[in-house]
Each structure stands twice: as structure tokens, then as C-alpha cells.
């Protein structure tokens, strides 16, 4: 008898039931909210010191670790994270190759570059391939946090060297652009800047006040003019005009 009382667990009580369920409500709210993240990266250590310093935040969590580009494509497929975190070079894909596929698997996840390449030829190819942001390795664990956040806002991200890089790039190239803008009315460089700075159809008609209609009559004329598909597009080539800044593109610069 005295045995089986020494196994015996006391009951809880209400208040310590409450307490256990209310602690299980949180960690479930707390897991459902969090950003879920694919980390892609074929260097184990460094995914498991980045997955270490992501689980400090309570908004961000790594769901899930892919080593290649066809590994990635299974993990994104199945998990269906809100961003994707990957290098350039990676087995599988060539360059920004990996990007473009895991953009087509996984449509509406952002995508992050974290990566020991800082040349403009990698920065473009990244950008171009799809990705939100570009992150070198050599970044401080707040600058790749930072990064995060402002790639799931919506914005696009560039740390402090790259962006340096692809300003340089702007201002010290010839480009095409003065020579093909001259098609575009003054109306529809209105617009192609504020379409830019993120500015929505509805916005944009209120701001010029006309009509919704005519905005996107207007919108699609100038992208067929520009040969531009999609808001990517646009925001590349009004930086590249000058039609709008940095700032007023929502690109977030590290400092």
C-alpha cells in the first residue's frame, strides 16, 4: 500500500489546469504566427547557427532545412514556408537558377539571398531571378534579423556593401534608359514612379484624381512601351531613370 501511494501523482487543481492550458493556448498562438522559414544552404554549420540565432525571435521560425536546390523544391513544396532563405551557389541549380525554381514551386513564399557573393553581376542575377533581399554572410546577426522582417513586410532589401554596389552601378553605367523613356508621356512617367513607390491603382487615381479605368489604361500602355511585366520591373527601371529613389522604392538599406 505504501508503494502505490508513493506512485500516486496528486490531481491538479482548476487553477493549475487553467494555468497548464492557457500556457499551451500561447505556445500554439505563439508557433501559428511565427514566420515560417526554409533555410537553404549546403553548409550544415552555418544553417544550424542561423536556424540558432532566427529561434531568438518569437516571430520567426525555421521549418525546415534543405542542403540543394531539388532537396528545397520537396521541403518548399510540402512545408509551404513564408520565406525562403538560400544561398546562390548550391548543388542542383546554376546561379540564381535555384531562385527561379523555387519561385515556381512555391509562388507566394518571399525570398531572402544569403550568400558570400557581393560582385553586381551576383546582387543582379538574384534580383532579377525573384528574390526580395540580399544578405551577405559576413552580415551581424541584427542585419540578417532586419533583413527578415523587412523581405515578409513586403519590401525589397539590400545590406549596406550591396546596396553600395548597385547605386554605384546605376550612377556609373550608360544606360538605354534616357533613350527609351522618350516614348513615355508625362502622364505615364506619373505613374510609373508611383507605381514604384507602391502605390496602388486606387491611390494613384485619387492622387491625379481620375478615374480607376483610366489609371490602368495608362499603366498598361507604359509597360508595353517598356516591355515591363510586373512590379519588379517597374521599380528597377524608375531607379535606373531616376524617376523615383531608393526610399521611395520601400528599399531598405542596412546601415
Same mark, same amino acid.
Request: glycine share 6%; proline share 3%.
Given at each position: 500500500?505504501?508503494?502505490?501511494?508513493?506512485?500516486?501523482?496528486?490531481?491538479?487543481?482548476?487553477?493549475?489546469?487553467?494555468?497548464?492550458?492557457?500556457?499551451?493556448?500561447?505556445? #500554439?498562438?505563439?508557433? @501559428?504566427?511565427?514566420?515560417?522559414?526554409?533555410?537553404?544552404?549546403?553548409?550544415?554549420?552555418?544553417?544550424?547557427?542561423?536556424?540558432? !540565432? &532566427?529561434?531568438?525571435?518569437?516571430? $520567426? @521560425?525555421?521549418?525546415?532545412?534543405?542542403?540543394? &536546390?531539388? *532537396?528545397? &523544391?520537396?521541403?518548399?513544396?510540402?512545408?509551404?514556408?513564408? !520565406?525562403?532563405? +538560400?544561398?546562390?551557389?548550391?548543388?542542383?541549380?546554376?546561379?540564381?537558377?535555384?531562385?527561379?525554381?523555387?519561385?515556381?514551386?512555391?509562388?507566394?513564399?518571399?525570398? $531572402?539571398? !544569403?550568400?558570400?557573393?557581393?560582385?553586381?553581376?551576383?546582387?543582379?542575377?538574384?534580383?532579377?531571378?525573384?528574390?526580395?533581399?540580399?544578405?551577405?554572410?559576413?552580415? #551581424?546577426?541584427?542585419?540578417?534579423?532586419?533583413?527578415?522582417?523587412?523581405?515578409?513586410?513586403?519590401?525589397?532589401?539590400?545590406?549596406? @556593401?550591396?546596396?553600395?554596389? /548597385?547605386?554605384?552601378?546605376?550612377?556609373?553605367?550608360?544606360?538605354?534608359?534616357?533613350? /527609351? =523613356?522618350?516614348?513615355? +508621356?508625362?502622364? *505615364?512617367?506619373? =505613374?510609373?514612379?508611383?507605381?514604384?513607390?507602391?502605390?496602388?491603382?486606387? @491611390?494613384?487615381?485619387?492622387?491625379?484624381?481620375?478615374?480607376?479605368?483610366? /489609371?490602368?489604361?495608362?499603366?498598361? %500602355? $507604359?509597360?508595353?512601351?517598356? %516591355? $515591363?511585366? %510586373?512590379?519588379?520591373?517597374?521599380?528597377?527601371?524608375?531607379?535606373? #531613370?531616376?524617376?523615383?529613389?531608393?526610399?521611395?522604392?520601400?528599399?531598405?538599406?542596412?546601415?
Amino acid at each position: 500500500m505504501a508503494q502505490q501511494g508513493a506512485n500516486t501523482t496528486a490531481p491538479r487543481s482548476t487553477a493549475q489546469d487553467a494555468a497548464v492550458r492557457e500556457t499551451e493556448f500561447k505556445v #500554439s498562438c505563439d508557433e @501559428r504566427d511565427a514566420a515560417r522559414i526554409l533555410l537553404v544552404d549546403d553548409h550544415a554549420i552555418l544553417r544550424e547557427g542561423v536556424s540558432a !540565432l &532566427i529561434a531568438l525571435e518569437s516571430d $520567426l @521560425r525555421v521549418v525546415g532545412h534543405a542542403a540543394s &536546390i531539388p *532537396e528545397a &523544391i520537396e521541403r518548399a513544396r510540402t512545408l509551404q514556408p513564408d !520565406l525562403i532563405i +538560400t544561398d546562390l551557389s548550391l548543388p542542383g541549380a546554376a546561379g540564381a537558377q535555384g531562385i527561379v525554381e523555387l519561385r515556381r514551386i512555391c509562388p507566394k513564399a518571399k525570398l $531572402l539571398v !544569403l550568400t558570400v557573393h557581393d560582385t553586381e553581376e551576383h546582387i543582379r542575377a538574384g534580383l532579377y531571378a525573384g528574390a526580395s533581399g540580399y544578405v551577405l554572410k559576413d552580415a #551581424s546577426r541584427s542585419e540578417l534579423i532586419f533583413g527578415i522582417r523587412a523581405v515578409l513586410a513586403g519590401k525589397q532589401h539590400l545590406c549596406a @556593401r550591396s546596396s553600395a554596389r /548597385v547605386v554605384r552601378s546605376y550612377l556609373g553605367e550608360p544606360t538605354q534608359v534616357p533613350h /527609351v =523613356i522618350a516614348g513615355v +508621356t508625362g502622364r *505615364e512617367r506619373e =505613374i510609373l514612379a508611383m507605381i514604384a513607390s507602391g502605390h496602388s491603382n486606387k @491611390r494613384i487615381a485619387q492622387s491625379l484624381k481620375r478615374s480607376v479605368k483610366t /489609371v490602368e489604361k495608362h499603366r498598361a %500602355n $507604359l509597360m508595353r512601351k517598356l %516591355n $515591363l511585366h %510586373n512590379v519588379a520591373d517597374v521599380t528597377r527601371f524608375a531607379l535606373q #531613370s531616376g524617376l523615383c529613389s531608393m526610399s521611395d522604392a520601400g528599399v531598405n538599406v542596412s546601415t
